[in-house]
T-cell receptor, first 114, second 114 residues
């Protein structure tokens, strides 16, 4: 079945540590997204990428970095500069060539700071 | 700047009732509107996608309507069941460019009482 796989599901980050979240999709979607979800604040866009080797900052990109070397993969690194990383992180993908194509989500990853 | 609002933030209703969830958006120049369901600690599942040229979409007991001119969408759930308990989110693409950036509401937490 086609879908989006995020790993790990849970991650404990030590202060000053960089951690990387994996996101892989086999839907042949061109666009991929990373969202952060905090309780009561809805989803906020961190980074998005419409094509390979290109990505743009979202609303809360500070303290995060991404790469898009392959169409199927869009890893997110939470750097030591992100002082409050505790949240639920969601990866998504879509086919933007058809405006408003269905946005498909992964199962998410919880990050907790030790 | 597009803003998406969902009211109420939380709703509890007895099993078997029909109910309506509301979503409003400030800029009516949208390509489409999508409704999602999110169970606690899980990713988002797409329920319905309404294109800007459509007025409604139906899937089983769910019916979503779209009124672009008034900036509103409703999600109607018929004969509610305890399994419908979840958070429901609506989302619209950013209307003023084609980067497929998607704006989410904060969601309505629905609890169906057995």
């Amino acid at each position: 079945d086609g879908g989006i796989t995020q790993s790990p599901k849970y991650l404990f980050r030590k202060e000053g540590q960089n951690v990387t979240l994996s996101c892989e999709q086999n839907l042949n979607h061109d666009a991929m997204y990373w969202y952060r979800q905090d309780p009561g604040q809805g989803l906020r866009l961190i980074y998005y990428s419409q094509i390979v080797n290109d990505f743009q900052k979202g609303d809360i990109a500070e303290g995060y970095s991404v790469s898009r070397e392959k169409k199927e993969s869009f890893p997110l690194t939470v750097t030591s500069a992100q002082k409050n990383p505790t949240a639920f992180y969601l990866c998504a993908s879509s086919r933007p060539a058809a405006p408003g194509s269905v946005l498909t989500f992964g199962a998410g990853c919880w990050i907790t700071v030790l | 700047k597009q803003e998406v609002t969902q009211i109420p933030a939380a709703l509890s209703v007895p099993e078997g009732e029909n109910l309506v969830l509301n979503c409003s958006f400030t800029d009516s120049a949208i390509y489409n509107l999508q409704w999602f369901r999110q169970d606690p600690g899980k990713g988002l599942t797409s329920l319905l996608l309404i294109q800007s040229s459509q007025r409604e979409q139906t899937s089983g007991r769910l019916n979503a309507s779209l009124d672009k001119s008034s900036g509103r969408s409703t999600l109607y759930i018929a004969a509610s069941q305890p399994g419908d308990s979840a958070t429901y989110l609506c989302a619209v693409p950013h209307p003023r460019n084609r980067d497929d950036k998607i704006i989410f509401g904060k969601g309505t937490r629905l609890h169906i009482l057995p």
